[in-house]
């Protein structure tokens, strides 16, 4: 069973860093991606961040390139996103989702096979 788990949100000032973590357990192939997707209210769901397992590729959304930055600890099967310079509109839940078919450069909904449960983002002004 393929379950996908965030941590490290909450509430930092403009300015702030946080970093966030998804665990992952039950894949059943080395070579996937691990994508990060926020949702504002009443925003549709975008993407952050992108990294593909087999040779580390990353990949970044306009808005967070140069502040965000996605890195994997392949041994623990967890994919980190280091929050820097944060902004009031990065305030969001922030999900971690699974492509097993390890596709990055792009952020399409439909190419995550697995979601994980959200963790909260505030930034406060």
């Known amino acids: 069973e393929v379950q996908l788990v965030e941590s490290g949100g909450g509430l930092v000032q403009a300015g702030g860093s946080l970093r966030l973590s998804c665990a992952a357990s039950g894949f059943t192939y080395d070579d996937h991606a691990i994508g990060w997707f926020r949702q504002a209210p009443g925003k549709v769901r975008e993407g952050v961040s992108c990294?593909?397992?087999?040779?580390?590729?990353?990949y970044y959304s306009d808005s967070v390139k140069g502040r965000f930055t996605i890195s994997s600890d392949n041994a623990k099967n967890t994919v980190y996103l280091q929050m820097n310079s944060l902004k009031p509109e990065d305030t969001a839940v922030y999900y971690c989702?699974?492509?097993?078919?390890?596709?990055?450069?792009?952020?399409?909904?439909?190419?995550?096979?697995?979601w994980g449960q959200g963790t909260q983002v505030t930034v406060s002004s």
């Open positions: 990294i593909r397992k087999s040779d580390g590729s990353t």
């Open positions: 989702a699974a492509d097993l078919h390890g596709r990055i450069g792009a952020f399409r909904l439909s190419w995550y096979d697995y």
